[in-house]
């Protein structure tokens, strides 16, 4: 993975570009656009902490007399607000974010079309945008939503942890890393307890990655229910031998990001999947106890699908603007503008994951992203941890569940993934 070092020490002396290239600027004589948002798109965009890529979106309100008016809320709020603002007469907010595992096709019916602002006032090269992602956000031959950001992920490891148990190097396959979390779930030099991996509990996106390893997805893109039960039998087995084995976290069942996050820096995991983007949050020298000692790399499959075989989920935002908006035509000068290559570029000095695969060529984020390529890998392969239908948090509730049940015992694994199916089906169906 080349040198591993802080955030800021990473950044530092790589200058951030001016937006250019972007015609069609509105002027918009001090209006304001209220953006929904996560607080991850503000600080990507905005460039909050003095990453190197600036602030994007600053530069284009000056540049358009415009005032940004942020909400930032977490996921589930987040979607619950946007939904509510866009069945009212008239919404509060001018462009929003969503997430691809809300973007189903009742939800996005509530969205602006925008193909006409794409034939009048269009994207530079729209085409290279991850067209697989364009095509989720498309309802009835119509684009209703434009990708922004993807969260791809990938393992980190914590290379002094590793080094203090003599392990050499990441594990390649998904049997050898199970052995490795085991290995490192010990007592540190420092006196502190260390688990070999972590995850977050509450959430059905890293359930998924492990999954994956066994190449067995939870619902496939055909709405298939546990297409290879045997391979989730497989991942719910291998959770509860790690938890058992206390190389998973005791408190895994209610384990959320931030505390995953705060482990990793904290030397209390020695390995987890999360999104490559955390790579400067585990090695930030302000509040990582390792700075430049954690490393990023694709997550590892089974043997049996092949040599050197890795598998990642990714979920994706993109941007839409509500039927009801006020202000469409600012909002649509705003996404086209942070759309741009040199946006895109610039949203991935600041960590974002980038939807042009070209950002990945470019010089800056090759010298800025010590895992630029293993994240380009990784999304050649990924997939979404749940399709776009109805019922899919739903469904993904109940994976979570599920496991959780398993972790503690509840539930062998194999009562765990019938029971799961009985559950799930029903929901596709409707």
Not at 35 to 52: M, P
Not at 87 to 109: Q, T, W
Not at 227 to 249: H, S
Request: glycine share 8%; proline share 6%; charged share 20%.
């Amino acid at each position: 993975m080349g040198q591993d070092v802080s955030r800021r020490a990473l950044l530092a002396g790589v200058a951030a570009a001016p937006l250019i290239g972007a015609p069609g600027v509105v002027r918009a004589q001090g209006r304001a656009l209220n953006i929904l948002s996560h607080r991850v798109h503000r600080s990507v965009l905005s460039g909050e902490g003095g990453s190197t890529g600036g602030d994007i979106a600053g530069d284009w309100a000056k540049a358009n007399n415009a005032q940004l008016n942020w909400t930032t809320f977490d996921v589930a709020p987040l979607h619950d607000r946007l939904f509510r603002e866009a069945s009212l007469a008239e919404s509060a907010f001018d462009v929003a974010f969503i997430a691809n595992a809300s973007a189903v096709p009742r939800s996005l019916k509530l969205m602006e079309p925008l193909d006409h602002y794409l034939k009048s006032d269009g994207i530079e090269d729209f085409a290279e945008i991850a067209p697989g992602m364009v095509k989720a956000m498309t309802v009835e031959g119509a684009i209703q939503a434009i990708p922004f950001r993807h969260a791809t992920t990938g393992l980190h490891c914590n290379t002094a942890l590793f080094a203090e148990k003599g392990v050499a190097a990441p594990p390649v396959t998904i049997e050898e890393m199970v052995e490795v979390a085991k290995t490192l779930s010990f007592t540190n030099a420092a006196g502190v307890p260390v688990a070999g991996f972590s995850m977050e509990g509450v959430s059905y996106v890293n359930m998924v990655t492990l999954s994956m390893a066994w190449n067995a997805p939870f619902i496939d893109e055909n709405l298939t229910v546990l297409p290879n039960e045997a391979g989730m039998v497989k991942t719910f087995a291998t959770i509860r031998d790690l938890f058992v084995a206390r190389a998973l976290p005791r408190n895994l069942p209610t384990l959320r990001q931030d505390e995953v996050i705060t482990q990793m820096q904290t030397g209390r995991a020695a390995m987890c999947h999360f999104a490559f983007g955390r790579y400067f949050a585990f090695n930030d020298p302000g509040k990582s106890q390792y700075p430049g000692k954690i490393v990023s790399v694709p997550p590892p499959a089974s043997r049996a699908l092949g040599d050197g075989a890795i598998v990642g989920t990714t979920e994706f935002w993109s941007f839409v603007i509500p039927r009801n908006a006020r202000n469409k035509d600012l909002a649509w000068a705003f996404v086209r503008a942070m759309s741009t290559r040199e946006a895109v570029i610039r949203a991935a000095l600041n960590g974002n994951g980038p939807v042009r695969a070209s950002a990945y060529e470019d010089s800056r984020v090759k010298a800025a992203v010590p895992y630029a390529a293993a994240e380009a890998r990784v999304l050649a392969v990924a997939r979404p941890p749940l399709p776009a239908f109805d019922r899919a948090i739903e469904a993904g509730d109940a994976l979570t569940q599920t496991v959780q049940a398993v972790t503690i015992g509840q539930m062998t694994p194999e009562q765990g993934v019938a029971e799961l199916k009985k559950r799930v089906a029903p929901m596709v169906k409707s």
